[in-house]
């Protein structure tokens, strides 16, 4: 089953959203769901899985993000990661969840299902996205 939440997908960008933007790391007021599910999808997934993607395996900090150098790296490699045919889904912004030594990004309002997370190794790298639920 946890090997099934690893399966690439991507999902369609909208929503407007009441949040403020620390350049291109979002924050709203109830970011905690957002740390909880990433804590726990990190902690009841497969290590091996997430371990041979450079992801970590119960992370022993899980946080928002807010450095914008960071999280410009995280968006920039989101889009650098679409295919020409979906270079209309680029992002400007995102929440970013720092995750041991990899991070997360939720490009969409909170809330917006079905909600989708990308995945991403110490190098900035995208690794692989699920969908779930907030």
């Known amino acids: 089953m946890a090997t099934a ?3 690439a997908t991507v999902g369609t960008l909208s929503g407007e959203n ?4 620390v350049q291109s790391c979002l924050t709203t007021g109830d970011t905690a769901g957002l740390v909880a599910f990433v804590h726990g999808t990190l902690s009841f997934s497969d290590s091996a899985a997430l371990v041979s993607n450079g992801i970590p395996y119960k992370p022993a900090v899980v946080r928002m993000e807010t450095d914008s150098t960071v999280c410009d790296a995280i968006v920039a490699s989101y889009n650098g990661s679409l295919s020409p045919a979906d270079s209309t889904k680029q992002i400007q912004d ?5 995750a041991g030594y990899a991070w997360v990004l939720r490009p969409f309002e909170l809330g917006d299902y079905p909600a989708v997370y990308f995945f991403f190794d110490s190098t900035f ?5 699920l969908t779930g639920l907030d």
Do not use: C, E, P
């Open 94 to 98: 995102g929440f970013v969840v720092q």
């Open 5 to 7: 939440l690893l399966a």
């Open 18 to 21: 009441s949040r403020s933007i």
């Open 125 to 129: 790298t995208y690794r692989f996205s």
